[in-house]
């Protein structure tokens, strides 16, 4: 019962204490994430407040900078002046306060390139005002596309952390509604629990006031049943002692039978001893006996043994012969010599004894000296003398044919450690060394080449890292071996290393992949890539070699030249639609002119002005196109419908050829109907430039396997097949004898193919020289 009470105690109090306990961790945990939440909530607030500041300043600083451009006074470059770096700033504080946060990081870095091109603009701007030069619409118009750009980025950051301020409020205003009611409800479980400890201790005192009674009763009985057990025991005492003397009376009874047992026993083991002795007699003749047979049977099994032995070594040498023979002529390209402390072979064997001039069947016992040439004998000597006295040795020598040899000495001891014999081993290594001088030579190729050559394994580890990878990277190979090849590659290009792996695998080589990858101190390279695997001697791809040639400076020239192009096209426009006016007007003043001549010169002139006109589009459309400006604008429309009206437009101006038209009806697609007209009609004019005249040429449109395939078909002079791939690439023309008078720049057929391909759609072509062409290429149906 005390047990029961004091656990009841214990259990109340404990209960209550673990209570409290709880309810301070609770509210301690609570507050603490109040303070939490309320100073995230600050931060977000703060961010957003310098957000706006560095979009205030920006604004502040294109006031400004309008400003000087209107009125050209400098009082009004007062807020331009030092707005970059304190937006800079600002926005470096904001990037420190959101640390943690990858989105928001990604938002700053994107806001940092705009801000710095926004101020390279405002800069150039002001520049050309204080130097008195011409500021156009579209100086401008890209002012404010970065302005735009600048805004919307600062909007992105500000809504992301927005929404983390939203997320943020949510938590505090959680934490505010839970926090009271979870203390309360801690608490009020905290009194009841306290409660009910309460009363269970008031039974239990109650419970032992009634036990202390019962036991003062129950003690009062016991000590009544104590008298009634000591006279009890009295009596028995009475008859221990009783039995004590009767004990003692059969004490002396059982002396007097050991006695006799005594004299019994000393009569048996008389008799016993006399029994022994006649049988120890017995047993000594019979282990004579026994010892004579058992000498007669070791002897018989000791010859039986012998015999054995001596077969076993019999055929242990014979095995040990046919082994030597079947290891020596089963070596390839090796000559195996076993000789005697005496330099006299003891046997000899392998496939180069023909090729290094043993033609005899045995050599046994001969010595070597009359086996070789003396002076051959002669430089090998000191090699043969040193293996004997129990150096093992291995050389490289050069037979009498120039071959080259690899020689292992190798003595041959006893069981006691003394050589008894020497084993001379040699291997043709020819090719061998042929193998090590063309990894040299390769080795020297991969370390002087200009192009970066990594080495991979399948999972993308770096396994070789040669000089020009650590010039174009800027990594050295301590830096990169063993480790992944995606450390090069942009973030926006991770998914570039398993496509191509996967490629790869297939047994594919990638050659001349243009991409992008990442430098050592951060700048994005442009990169051609040639990727092959690299096989064992079973076939199996094990790793993956790695060609890249960094073109950055080749794609700045391409830029630089598609600009000048994009730039003389522009202004030789404005020009050529005058002349074409002026050639216009002229044709028709000199319509009903009598002089022949005249008519036929303008009318050609209009001709070759147009070869001009389109030629500076196809010129515009390139630098557009490779600068991304080129607008495809989809709608759905009739392709069959567009063919016959390019057909029927170009049976206006050419009839030097038959066209014939064999096309399906109502196939529609979503494209842009004018540029897809464009393609049409380039390639029917190329089928015109390069075909006889009054040839026929065939235009089909047909449906296969859910794309509108459409094709054109001449009987012209054809492609040669080594030129046949080439034909869409830019600026590429076929030169032959035949095209030399064909005018052309090699445009046409590649905005075709890019037209084509940024309507997910193919190009191709079939042709073979002398025997035309067909030119094919396919949409998909709506």
Not at 38 to 51: E, M
Not at 505 to 534: M, Q, Y
Not at 676 to 688: D, F, T, W, Y
Request: net charge negative.
């Amino acid at each position: 019962m005390r047990l029961n009470f004091t656990r009841n105690l214990q259990l109340g109090y404990g209960a209550s204490v673990l209570i409290l306990l709880i309810v301070g961790t609770v509210s301690y945990n609570t507050i603490n994430n109040l303070l939490n939440s309320n100073k995230a909530v600050g931060h977000s607030t703060l961010v957003i407040q310098k957000l706006e500041q560095s979009i205030s300043l920006m604004k502040d600083a294109e006031t400004g900078q309008r400003g000087f451009l209107l009125t050209g006074k400098a009082s009004f470059l007062g807020p331009y002046n030092g707005a970059y770096l304190k937006a800079q700033g600002l926005i470096t504080e904001v990037s420190t306060l959101t640390a943690d946060n990858p989105r928001q990081q990604a938002n700053l870095a994107a806001i940092r390139t705009i801000l710095t091109r926004r101020m390279a603009i405002l800069k150039d701007l002001v520049s050309k005002k204080q130097q008195k030069q011409a500021i156009s619409t579209v100086n401008l118009e890209e002012g404010k596309s970065a302005m735009d750009a600048l805004r919307l980025a600062v909007d992105r950051a500000e809504n992301t952390e927005r929404k983390l301020l939203n997320e943020r409020a949510a938590v505090l205003e959680r934490y505010t509604h839970i926090a009271p009611a979870a203390i309360i409800t801690a608490l009020s479980i905290a009194i009841v629990i306290t409660l009910l400890s309460y009363f269970n201790i008031m039974r239990d005192v109650h419970t032992k006031d009634s036990l202390q009674r019962e036991l003062q009763l129950k003690e009062q009985e016991t000590a009544a049943f104590n008298e009634e057990l000591t006279a009890a025991n009295e009596e028995i005492t009475t008859a221990n002692e009783e039995l004590t003397s009767i004990n003692e009376e059969l004490f002396e009874a059982q002396k007097a039978l050991s006695l006799m047992n005594g004299s019994l026993e000393e009569l048996v083991e008389a008799r016993t001893r006399s029994l022994a002795k006649s049988e120890e007699e017995t047993q000594a003749l019979n282990e004579e006996l026994t010892a004579i047979n058992e000498e007669l049977a070791a002897s018989n099994e000791e010859m039986l043994a012998s015999n054995e032995e001596l077969q076993r070594s019999r055929e242990e040498i014979q095995k040990q012969e046919r082994l030597f023979r079947s290891i020596a002529v089963n070596i390839p390209r090796s000559l195996i010599l076993v000789i005697d402390k005496n330099h006299n072979l003891i046997t000899m064997e392998g496939d180069l004894m023909e090729k290094l001039g043993y033609h005899a069947e045995s050599y046994a016992g001969m010595h070597l000296s009359d086996v070789s040439s003396p002076g051959q004998y002669e430089a090998t000597r000191e090699y043969y003398d040193r293996m004997l006295n129990g150096e093992q040795i291995r050389t490289e020598l050069k037979s009498a044919g120039g071959d080259d040899l690899q020689v292992d000495y190798v003595p041959l001891t006893d069981e006691q450690g003394m050589v008894y014999a020497g084993l001379v081993i040699a291997l043709d290594i020819s090719d061998q060394k042929k193998a090590e001088e063309h990894s040299a030579k390769l080795a020297a190729i991969v370390e002087s080449s200009d192009d970066a050559i990594i080495g991979k394994s399948l999972d993308g580890i770096i396994t070789s890292w040669n000089k020009s990878a650590e010039r174009i990277f800027g990594y050295p190979a301590s830096e990169m071996i063993g480790h992944s090849i995606l450390k090069l590659l942009p973030p926006d290009r991770q998914d570039e290393e398993p496509q191509i792996i996967a490629r790869l695998k297939n047994g594919e080589r990638v050659e001349h992949f243009e991409t992008k990858r990442l430098a050592s101190d951060g700048r994005i390279l442009d990169v051609s890539l040639t990727i092959s695997p690299i096989r064992d001697s079973q076939g199996n791809i094990t790793g993956v070699s790695k060609i890249a040639r960094d073109i950055s400076e080749q794609k700045q020239d391409e830029l630089r030249k598609n600009d000048f192009i994009g730039m003389v096209s522009h202004e030789l426009k404005t020009p050529l639609t005058s002349l074409m006016a002026l050639i216009q007007v002229a044709n028709l003043k000199l319509k009903n002119n009598p002089d022949n001549f005249l008519a036929g010169a303008m009318e050609k002139a209009e001709i070759q002005a147009r070869r001009m006109s389109s030629m500076i589009n196809g010129f515009l459309n390139i630098s557009r196109l490779e600068s991304g400006k080129i607008a495809i604008d989809k709608e759905v429309f009739d392709l069959d419908l567009l063919i016959r009206e390019v057909v029927e437009e170009y049976e206006l101006t050419v009839s030097s050829h038959i066209i014939h038209i064999n096309i399906c009806d109502h196939v529609q697609v979503n494209a842009d109907r004018e540029k897809i007209g464009s393609v049409i009609s380039n390639l029917i004019s190329n089928a015109v430039k390069y075909s006889p005249k009054q040839r026929e040429i065939e235009v089909q449109c047909a449906l296969v396997d859910g794309f509108a395939q459409v094709s054109i078909k001449d009987e012209g002079m054809g492609v040669n097949a080594q030129d046949l791939p080439r034909i869409f690439d830019r600026y590429y023309r076929v030169e032959s004898n035949n095209t030399r008078h064909i005018s052309g720049f090699g445009i046409g057929l590649y905005l075709s193919a890019e037209i084509i391909r940024r309507h997910e759609g193919r190009i191709w072509a079939e042709s073979e020289s002398g025997t035309g062409s067909v030119f094919y290429f396919s949409l998909p149906v709506v």
